[in-house]
């Protein structure tokens, strides 16, 4: 880690959006390395962890190449920022009803899966455009308000046990949690890198917040 170049490493372990996140990345002015490398990663200062796909698959991925290890001296270490995106903010739990394995345990709580019952015509997956309800100040969200719509891809929502770990919601038949936070721990259940203007202004504060953690 540099205050010359503060960089982003996004994560490629096989389960993400990664040349998105680049794409994005880079249209903010944001120096980004898509990386499965300890050095780049443990020298960076921030870190993307994305995801699609399931629980089990995913999890085994980032433990089969000693990444969980590599990630966890960078967050517990180092105290470099790290957002997990969509199945990448799921890893970061205890557990999932979708799978049997375990999650990295980083914040406390589950992974569930949305309830027929209350979503009565409401589809699984959901999917499209929704927006988040901010019940915390964030650097992340500056710029953003109430009218700030995302866009989601899930089946399965994060269930924080601590309250104070929610940053922000989203409405789907019930509230579930869609930001999380834990120390320099964030998660998003929706892709930043894929929704326009409001992704672009996380990821220009994702840009000012690794900036200033280097000065």
Not at 161 to 167: A, G, H, T
Not at 180 to 185: A, E, F, L, S, W
Request: aromatic fraction near 10%; glycine fraction near 8%.
């Amino acid at each position: 880690m540099t205050k010359e170049n503060p960089y982003l490493a996004i994560i490629d372990y096989g389960c993400g959006n990664v040349k998105s996140i680049l794409n994005i990345s880079k249209a903010v002015g944001c120096n980004a390395v898509i990386t499965d490398q300890p050095d780049e990663i443990l020298n960076a200062s921030g870190i993307i962890f994305p995801g699609v796909g399931s629980f089990d698959n995913g999890i085994t991925k980032i433990k089969h190449a000693g990444l969980d290890k590599v990630l966890e001296s960078a967050v517990f270490e180092k105290n470099i920022f790290f957002l997990g995106i969509c199945l990448g903010m799921q890893l970061l739990f205890n557990s999932s009803e979708e799978g049997q394995e375990k999650g990295l345990g980083w914040i406390e709580g589950e992974v569930k899966k949305f309830n027929q019952k209350d979503l009565k015509d409401l589809k699984v997956p959901h999917m499209g455009w929704n927006k988040i309800m901010k019940v915390k100040d964030s650097k992340l969200l500056n710029g953003l308000d109430q009218e700030s719509r995302f866009y989601f891809v899930h089946s399965f929502f994060c269930s924080c046990d601590d309250d104070e770990n929610v940053i922000a919601k989203t409405r789907y038949a019930n509230n579930f949690h869609s930001i999380v936070n834990k120390n320099n721990i964030f998660g998003m259940q929706f892709h930043p890198e894929k929704s326009h203007k409001f992704g672009k202004i996380i990821f220009q504060n994702i840009k000012n917040i690794i900036t200033e953690n280097v000065k």
